[in-house]
């Protein structure tokens, strides 16, 4: 399995977890989450398939990387509890550790290419991301606070949000 086998397939298998996540959820406002990250798995799929199919310099194969499982595989056990549609925390959470597992592996990639071009292409696809990545620490923010955060308004210092 070359480098770029490994990373389509973990677009591939991106685009079609966060599409049966966008299904479970037409009825609520994870819906467009989800459906914004199948757009960019999407894109990132694409530019990468552009690269490998006009990279001057081919990725070897490496057959570690064909032991390696897909950033999607069993997303599950990436959290304790059992997910249900509406459990937004921790839809949430999950979706940060796999984005995080991007990060990582995009950012192994970059620094191990041999060729420029295809380091600032993963350099790119990490910053996407990190992007992802914020989005969802946001959102568990956003979604966490009013169970976790008890003050008074007049003894204290409050965070905007």
């Known amino acids: 399995m070359t480098v770029w086998d490994f990373a389509l397939q973990n677009e591939a298998d991106g685009i079609e977890y966060y599409s049966a ?3 479970e959820n037409k009825e609520n406002a994870l819906h467009r989450v989800f459906t914004m990250l199948i757009k960019d798995e999407q894109r990132h799929y694409d530019l990468l398939e552009h690269h490998r199919l006009h990279a001057g310099q081919v990725f070897p194969s490496d057959d570690a990387l064909a032991s390696l499982d897909s950033l999607f595989k069993d997303p599950e056990s990436l959290i304790q ?3 249900t549609a509406y459990d937004q925390l921790k839809t949430y959470k999950m979706a940060l550790e796999i984005e995080k597992k ?3 592996l995009y950012h192994k ?3 191990e290419a041999e060729d420029p071009e295809h380091s600032r292409l993963f ?3 990490r910053s996407q991301e990190l992007q992802h ?3 969802f620490e946001e959102l568990i923010k956003r979604v966490s ?3 976790e955060w008890v003050e008074a308004a ?3 210092h409050r965070e905007e949000y």
């Open 21 to 23: 996540k966008a299904e």
């Open 81 to 83: 509890d059992v997910y």
């Open 102 to 104: 991007g990060i990582d």
């Open 109 to 111: 990639l970059a620094s």
């Open 123 to 125: 350099s790119f696809l």
């Open 133 to 135: 990545y914020e989005l």
């Open 145 to 147: 606070r009013p169970e």
């Open 154 to 156: 007049e003894f204290g």
